[in-house]
């Protein structure tokens, strides 16, 4: 566990620090090293860059005489400063540190010379030699405080369940608060969910009570043989669940123009699987009953109205007026009426994030679904929707097309209320409602998190809404459109 100070002895100790403060470390972080020459802060810097970027020892070089030097790994930048030989804040200007402490991790040496330049979010390390033992003494600033706290509950949650570990692997999230990591020992590995910063208060967009609603809509899946990961443990108090890895194939990693149509194979046969279910009312399977909300009209216009309350301001630089609002809920609520009132379980987010391949595992079982907390009663071309209109990989019109056939050929349209010929209408109905949410969930992080990482999925998200605007199904809502936001839907 992270404490107040470490005592390293050999290399092996300071790897094992290293170890457990690396996946406290995400963009915009510092870790601010000081010490006397030759207290070891580049070989602490050195062993951090290692584990984050698994860029080899010998590769990495101390940034003395060079000021700085930049690491890689996938979407992960690391800056390593060394401000011994800087004498002024012109200097920092010239190595960019302004620019690099918004979107990167820094980690600098020296870092006291030009503490009141650093921001509050950050970790010092001062470094003590004692004879033949180094004293790394630690402090937490800003969002670290916090963050410190959450790692020693995690693994103070391992350590009750007698789980021995060699390192716990911080993983990429999502659009929540939810952190995940996968826990690392000699034999076998397991996934930890940490759903501790989870708001109480549920957003428009989250109708879930978090982890609740994670472990019981799981077993319902589970029990309808829908492959979900095996819950291993849960820790009630600190929000924590343990749960099976499912391994690395994540559909968003590994889709390609070649491979596709055997992936999207199981994940339609999975969406088909659910739809031939008559689900119960109450899906849990112990004597508390649980009840999933339908996905009605409220919730319809409640999500695409984030469209109005986020993108229209982050666009137009102004908060929409009340009659265009209103014009706006309006012209969806049209747009909503010619939705049939068809039910299933409609898992909402079966997108590429969200599906893992297996190839051991046969049939639909090959597409495992890992996100499901957030499922509701709706109609069944949503999720279909989802699968198709992807915000994270680009679905061009051919293989939506194919995808929409492949659906179509086992679908049991006996079953619900639309049918061939209305089924497109059905399909863009739900369609444009959940591209246009998603615009406005990404424009929503940009805004209140200061977080731009998602704004480079919006031109395909538009191009999606494009698509529908070009087939004439929502006359209305083109004209709105092409009105408000001449530049962006053009059609």
Same mark, same amino acid.
């Given at each position: 566990?992270?404490?107040?100070?470490?005592?390293?002895?050999?290399?092996?100790?300071?790897?094992?620090?290293?170890?457990? %403060?690396?996946?406290?470390?995400?963009?915009?972080?510092?870790?601010?090293?000081?010490?006397?020459?030759?207290?070891?802060?580049?070989? %602490?810097?050195?062993?951090?860059?290692? $584990?984050?970027?698994?860029?080899?020892?010998?590769?990495?070089?101390?940034?003395?005489? #060079?000021?700085?030097?930049? *690491?890689?790994?996938?979407? /992960?930048?690391?800056?390593? &400063?060394?401000?011994?030989?800087?004498? !002024?804040?012109? =200097?920092?200007?010239?190595?960019? /540190?302004?620019?690099?402490?918004?979107?990167?991790?820094?980690?600098?040496?020296?870092?006291?010379?030009?503490?009141?330049?650093?921001?509050?979010?950050?970790?010092?390390?001062?470094?003590?030699?004692?004879?033949?033992?180094?004293?790394?003494?630690?402090?937490?600033?800003?969002?670290?405080? =916090?963050?410190?706290?959450?790692?020693?509950?995690?693994? $103070?949650? +391992?350590?009750?369940?007698?789980?021995?570990?060699?390192?716990?692997?911080?993983?990429?999230?999502?659009?929540?608060?939810?952190?995940?990591?996968?826990?690392?020992?000699?034999?076998?590995?397991?996934?930890?969910?940490?759903?501790?910063?989870?708001?109480? @208060?549920?957003?428009?967009?989250?109708?879930? $009570?978090?982890?609740?609603?994670?472990?019981?809509?799981?077993? *319902?899946?589970?029990?309808?043989?829908?492959?979900?990961?095996?819950?291993?443990?849960?820790?009630?108090?600190?929000?924590?669940?343990?749960?099976?890895?499912?391994?690395?194939?994540?559909?968003?990693?590994?889709?390609?123009?070649?491979? *596709?149509?055997? +992936? &999207?194979?199981?994940?339609?046969?999975?969406?088909?699987?659910?739809?031939?279910?008559?689900?119960?009312? $109450?899906? !849990?399977?112990?004597?508390?009953?649980?009840?999933?909300?339908?996905?009605?009209?409220?919730?319809?216009?409640?999500?695409?109205?984030?469209?109005?309350?986020?993108?229209?301001?982050?666009?137009?630089?102004?908060?929409?007026?009340?009659?265009?609002?209103?014009?706006?809920?309006?012209?969806?609520?049209?747009?909503?009426?010619?939705? #049939?009132?068809?039910?299933?379980?409609?898992?909402?987010?079966?997108? !590429?994030?969200?599906?893992?391949?297996?190839?051991?595992?046969?049939?639909?079982?090959?597409?495992?679904?890992?996100?499901?907390?957030?499922?509701?009663?709706?109609?069944?071309? &949503?999720? /279909?929707?989802?699968?198709?209109?992807?915000?994270?990989?680009?679905?061009?019109?051919?293989?939506?097309? &194919?995808?929409? =056939?492949?659906?179509?050929?086992?679908?049991?349209?006996?079953?619900?209320?639309?049918?061939?010929?209305?089924?497109?209408?059905?399909?863009?109905?739900?369609?444009?409602?959940?591209?246009?949410?998603?615009?406005?969930?990404?424009?929503?992080?940009?805004?209140?998190?200061?977080?731009?990482?998602?704004?480079?999925?919006?031109?395909?998200?538009?191009?999606?809404?494009?698509?529908?605007?070009? !087939?004439?199904? @929502?006359?209305?809502? #083109?004209?709105?459109?092409?009105?408000?936001?001449?530049?962006?839907?053009?059609?």
């Amino acid at each position: 566990m992270i404490s107040d100070n470490y005592i390293s002895r050999d290399l092996s100790d300071l790897e094992k620090f290293v170890k457990e %403060l690396s996946p406290l470390l995400i963009k915009g972080d510092v870790v601010a090293l000081n010490g006397q020459i030759g207290s070891g802060k580049t070989t %602490l810097a050195k062993l951090l860059i290692n $584990n984050l970027t698994q860029t080899p020892i010998e590769d990495i070089i101390s940034p003395t005489f #060079t000021l700085c030097q930049t *690491y890689n790994r996938d979407a /992960l930048e690391i800056v390593h &400063y060394d401000f011994y030989r800087i004498e !002024s804040e012109v =200097e920092l200007l010239e190595i960019d /540190l302004h620019e690099s402490l918004k979107d990167k991790i820094c980690i600098i040496e020296w870092a006291n010379k030009f503490s009141d330049l650093l921001p509050k979010d950050r970790i010092e390390i001062l470094i003590e030699c004692a004879n033949t033992e180094r004293v790394y003494n630690i402090t937490p600033h800003g969002r670290f405080k =916090e963050a410190i706290i959450n790692i020693n509950k995690i693994e $103070n949650f +391992l350590c009750n369940l007698d789980i021995k570990f060699t390192e716990l692997k911080k993983l990429p999230g999502d659009a929540s608060n939810r952190k995940y990591f996968r826990v690392i020992r000699p034999d076998d590995t397991m996934i930890l969910m940490d759903a501790t910063q989870e708001n109480d @208060i549920r957003g428009k967009t989250s109708l879930s $009570n978090g982890v609740d609603d994670f472990i019981v809509i799981g077993e *319902y899946l589970d029990s309808i043989d829908v492959r979900v990961p095996k819950l291993i443990a849960r820790n009630k108090i600190d929000n924590m669940i343990l749960e099976e890895d499912l391994g690395e194939y994540c559909y968003t990693d590994i889709l390609t123009k070649d491979n *596709y149509r055997k +992936l &999207y194979s199981p994940a339609i046969k999975t969406l088909i699987h659910i739809s031939d279910i008559k689900h119960p009312k $109450n899906i !849990s399977k112990d004597s508390n009953p649980y009840y999933l909300q339908d996905f009605d009209l409220d919730i319809y216009l409640n999500e695409a109205v984030i469209f109005i309350d986020y993108y229209w301001p982050f666009i137009n630089g102004k908060i929409c007026s009340a009659d265009e609002k209103q014009e706006f809920i309006h012209i969806m609520e049209g747009v909503h009426s010619n939705l #049939t009132d068809d039910k299933t379980l409609m898992l909402r987010d079966f997108h !590429s994030p969200n599906l893992m391949f297996l190839e051991n595992e046969s049939d639909f079982k090959k597409c495992a679904v890992i996100d499901f907390q957030d499922a509701l009663f709706g109609h069944p071309l &949503y999720d /279909l929707v989802s699968l198709t209109n992807d915000a994270r990989y680009t679905i061009n019109e051919d293989h939506e097309k &194919y995808l929409i =056939e492949l659906y179509k050929k086992d679908f049991s349209f006996s079953n619900f209320q639309f049918d061939n010929l209305s089924f497109m209408q059905q399909y863009q109905i739900l369609g444009v409602q959940r591209s246009i949410k998603i615009l406005g969930i990404f424009a929503r992080i940009a805004i209140l998190e200061s977080n731009q990482n998602y704004l480079v999925h919006m031109p395909r998200v538009i191009n999606y809404i494009k698509r529908i605007m070009h !087939s004439g199904s @929502i006359p209305e809502l #083109t004209k709105w459109l092409n009105r408000n936001f001449k530049e962006t839907f053009n059609v």
